[in-house]
């Protein structure tokens, strides 16, 4: 979006020439500017989930960037939807591959995680790329949860849903509600287009589960996940190493699944343990039977999987993806890692966050994932 004179503004230009000033009427455009909605969707101490909605109140755009300030101890740690990086406190957000297009009043979405000391204050002021957003902001923070809290009543879903143990610590519906316990993160992390309700409950940070019911349309609609924030090099580590146990539905179009996110979000690896229905690896070719691994049966990390390199628009994507499932085990998260490394598909990459969990896309009606068990733990 461009800054138009102010002639420009009031639907005229002023062209002189020798015989004087002439009034050049210009086709009627919408007024420049946009609105924000922020939303803080949970919080933790130490750290905070948040969603940002900006409304077009210009001319259409392709593309798109976000800009704001933060106050002192204010920082982006994990995004989705966008690309987002930080210097010193001026935050900039940048359209995904899939969601740069915008229309005038139309909206576009993302969200993240990040971390704060002290106060944790919502920004004043906004541009959109490079136009203030003079439609102003609007913010709705929500109170901090911890592990002591009691069990917040779920919103927006009514009653708990069947599946939803009665001892659960929390429960919780909202698309980006979290809650942290014993060093672990429960994310509900309903992102995708199209979803239906889920609702997501935890007994600690490594025994919850979630109960949902997705429409079986294209496109991944959530990731409930647990997980760790290491950032850490990849040279620094000498251990990484997660157990797993969880009970799945027997229908529906889902996979479980690692994702560990290195270098500010450029790098994506997923690790499948198991999966059923329409669901796939990002690849770079595909063919009859769908994606085409770059690597079969390779072993690493205590298993056997085909791999798949590709990328989702926004950053590169490494899948692997386990040749038969399995609902438990034992995985070497950094020997898949260094297996990377090894084959000169990433370098010394700082590793950000470690996460395990469901990437449902549809359910066989109302379903029920749980885990029943994990761990992670490096050095």
Known sequence: MRSRPLALALGAVVAVGAAGAVAVALPASAAAGCRVAYSIGSSWPGGFGANVTITNLGDAISSWTVVWSYSSGQTVTQAWNATVTQSGSTVTAKNAGYNGSIATNGTASFGFNGSATGSNP???????????????????????????????????????????????????????????????????????????????????????????????????????????TLNRNLSTLSSVSSTFNVS???????????????????????IWTNQHGA??????????????????????????????????????????????????????????????????????VNVGQVQFGFEVSGTAGQSSFVCNTFTLTYS
């Open 279 to 348: 669901v796939g690896p990002i690849a770079e070719s595909y063919d009859a039977n769908g994606a085409v691994p770059n690597a079969r049966n390779v072993s690493a990390g205590g298993h056997t999987w085909n791999v798949y390199r590709g990328s989702n628009g926004a950053n590169a994507v490494f899948s692997f993806v386990r040749t038969g499932n399995t609902n438990s085990g034992t995985v070497d998260v950094l020997a898949v890692m260094n297996w990377l490394r090894t084959n000169g598909w990433w370098g010394d």
């Open 122 to 228: 919502v920004p004043t002021a906004f541009t959109l790329n490079g136009t203030s957003c003079t439609g102003g902001v609007t913010s709705t923070p929500t109170p901090t949860r911890t592990a002591s809290s009691p069990t917040p009543t779920p919103t927006g879903g009514g009653s708990n849903p069947g599946g939803v143990p009665s001892d659960a610590a929390w429960v919780a519906t909202g698309a980006w509600d979290q809650w942290t316990n014993n060093g672990y993160t429960v994310s509900n992390d309903v992102w995708g287009s199209g979803a239906g309700p889920q609702t997501i409950w935890a007994r600690t940070g490594s025994n919850w589960g979630v109960v949902a019911n997705h429409p079986r349309t294209s496109g991944v609609k959530s990731y409930p996940h647990t997980g760790k």
């Open 248 to 270: 799945v539905p027997g229908d529906g179009d889902w996979e479980t699944a690692y994702d560990i996110w290195a270098n500010n979000n450029a790098y994506e690896v997923m």
